[in-house]
């Protein structure tokens, strides 16, 4: 009856979720939900607060603005390339170690399971930076081969130590997407006599494929906006060479908004599209019962 009321409990719709769907996108939705007037906001805020400052000082924001634009050239070319470079070999290099350790961890060997469960488990669970310092205080800074020295460069131990975590959480990637494969694919592949690597190659892991790409570009999205933790280990990526601009043009208060809110700004531009991307990709490939 219309507008009728009951103090008895009442079940509310069950709203399915879709099997082995992609999880972890925390990073992608946020960025990607955030409103363009944000983004205005942070430009507002960027060009205001020099304003404000100027009235304590002789340095005015239209000269903040051109010691940025001036610098600008640099800071892409230098400091922000750097940054897309460290992200693209950690992305390389962890994806390629988090696989191996993935399927480790589905092994039917007890102790390669739990040895890669183990590794997972660890760099999954460290702090990056605690990570970042172990690796560049503990790697030689160059190496001695038949009597030539090769010095090894900043940023490819940045490289590694930031590739540790990411190859823990496609580590995790790999195994749940591969344990989301129903059980009866498994077991109709035994039955059609194909050895486990004849089903994992050519049943399993080709399913599993389309539902872990929207996590691992959400991953590379987090990577990228963690890379000026290197700037802490004096790589001169963006955030670095931001500083010595600043130091260069005198220390002046006013250019702090400048360089650090291009810096916001440029990151953003970089990993709003990743971001939209991953969501588009996660409702297209999304398994629907």
């Known amino acids: 009856m219309e507008g009728a009321t009951t103090d008895l409990p009442v079940l509310r719709p069950f709203r399915p979720v879709a099997r082995g769907g992609p999880a972890d996108l925390g990073f992608s939705r946020w960025l990607a939900e955030m409103p363009p007037i944000a983004l205005l906001g942070f430009a507002f805020l960027a060009c205001a607060w020099p304003i404000v400052a100027a009235a304590q000082g002789n340095f005015t924001t239209a000269q903040a603005f051109d010691a940025l634009w001036r610098w600008m050239p640099f800071l892409v070319s230098k400091g922000f390339a750097l940054n897309i470079l460290i992200s693209f070999f950690t992305m390389l290099t962890g994806t390629v170690a988090g696989v191996l350790l993935g399927l480790g961890q589905v092994s039917p060997l007890r102790p390669l399971a739990a040895t890669c469960w183990f590794v997972t488990q660890l760099f999954r669970n460290s702090p990056w930076l605690v990570l970042l310092f172990i690796v560049m205080l503990a790697f030689p800074f160059e190496i001695e081969i038949a009597g030539t020295v090769y010095l090894i ?103 702090l908004m400048p360089f650090f809110g291009f810096a916001l700004v440029i990151f953003f531009l970089y990993c709003y599209p990743i971001a939209r991307w991953t969501l588009r990709l996660e409702r297209r490939f999304a398994v629907r019962q």
Request: a negative charge; hydrophobic letters at 50%.
């Open 153 to 255: 460069p900043d940023w490819t131990k940045a490289v590694f130590g930031l590739a540790l975590p990411i190859m823990a959480n496609i580590s995790e990637i790999v195994r749940g997407g591969i344990q989301s494969v129903p059980t009866g694919q498994w077991e109709a592949a035994e039955s059609l006599a194909f050895t486990r690597g004849q089903t994992l190659w050519q049943i399993i892991l080709p399913q599993c494929f389309k539902r872990m790409i929207p996590p691992w570009m959400n991953w590379y999205a987090i990577l990228t906006m963690a890379t000026p933790l290197v700037s802490l280990l004096g790589v001169e990526e963006l955030v670095t060479l931001s500083r010595q601009a600043m130091e260069a043009e005198d220390n002046h208060p006013e250019l």
